[in-house]
């Protein structure tokens, strides 16, 4: 019988999550219980993240895959529904899914290389653009949380909020992101987002397995409009922007690459790309330990795009 220990970090991460502590505590035995369920043998070291543990392995006639395991929240319950819809199309396939455990059996990609991986910030952000506009072509299935939902909470939240902000010139900021929103708020869209698309969510496919590739990994779906995908692109590999010397118009330029690749109305892209920083904005506020302050680079993202919306 095969047991894992469950690293210490990933403990760690879960002390602040409600009922993490007893979900990390019956993981070992959740692990046993899916490699005998399923017939699979660990073939590697387990890795992690933030929220999930994800064990190499391999089935009875020796294919390489990869079990994640994962405590079952909101953030978390749409994943296989998003998986099972783009079917291996820009994303990582999904062999097997338990429901109740949110346990999935996954092909298995190349965990050591990801986009962050590739030199050129510009081969990295078109390669990524082109996974985008795989992914956005896809409408979003029933039973998914949707961007007007997230809209109705940021105009219902937000504005309480903004008193709380120490720098005035950011409370008209994000006054001007929410009036910049608030044009396309009717319109939130219908198609399967990934929510999370950033380079080291996006990792290289096995050599010889005849895909990728490159291919998606660890999304929380969403339905709604593909503009609200773009920001994680933008701010990526920030000191690659930043090391141009002019930041407003490196951000033009992805925003314009992302746009043209992904096939999108700049205008339309622009304000859901404003909603994304808004949303940021709100949680950066709800946490005490930000001290009322917005991030430098979503910041410099929302002055450049609102300095070009017509």
């Known amino acids: 019988m095969t047991r894992i220990e469950v690293p210490a970090r990933l403990a760690e991460y879960y002390d602040d999550y409600d009922g993490g502590p007893e979900w990390i505590a019956a993981l070992p035995e959740l692990v046993t219980e899916f490699l005998e369920r399923w017939d699979l043998r660990p073939d590697g070291t387990a890795a992690h993240g933030y929220a999930a543990l994800v064990l190499p392995v391999t089935g009875k006639d020796g294919t390489p895959a990869a079990l994640k395991f994962q405590q079952v929240t ?106 910049a929103v608030a044009e396309v708020r009717g319109e939130p869209g219908d198609r399967l987002l990934h929510w999370d698309l950033h380079y080291e969510n996006v990792l290289a496919s096995l050599p010889g397995s005849g895909r990728g590739p490159w291919l998606a990994i660890d999304p929380k779906p969403l339905a709604g409009d593909p503009g609200f995908e773009l920001l994680p692109a933008l701010h990526n590999r920030w000191d690659d922007v930043t090391a141009t010397g002019d930041v407003p118009r490196a951000v033009r330029r992805r925003f314009d690459l992302l746009t043209e690749i992904t096939g999108q109305d700049r205008q339309r892209a622009l304000r859901w790309t404003l909603a994304r920083v808004l949303q940021n904005a709100l949680w950066d506020l709800e946490d005490e330990d930000d001290e009322g302050e917005l991030q430098e680079k979503q910041v410099a993202i929302a002055e450049t795009l609102l300095a070009h919306s017509a």
């Not at 899914?97 to 996954?106: F, I, K, Q, R």
């Not at 986009?115 to 992914?135: F, G, H, N, T, Y």
């Open 74 to 179: 909101e953030e978390t319950a749409g994943e296989a529904t998003g998986l099972r819809e783009w079917a291996g199309d820009g994303a990582v396939r999904l062999l097997d899914h338990d429901p109740a455990s949110g346990t999935m059996l996954l092909e298995r990609l190349d965990g050591r290389r990801s986009l962050a991986s590739v030199p050129d910030d510009q081969a990295a952000l078109m390669k990524l653009a082109e996974i985008m506009a795989r992914l956005t072509a896809a409408p979003a299935p029933a039973g998914l949380r949707t961007l007007a939902g997230v809209t109705d909470r940021l105009f219902g939240d937000l504005p309480g909020l903004l008193p709380g902000l120490a720098d005035a010139g950011h409370r008209r900021l994000l006054e001007n992101c929410l009036a």
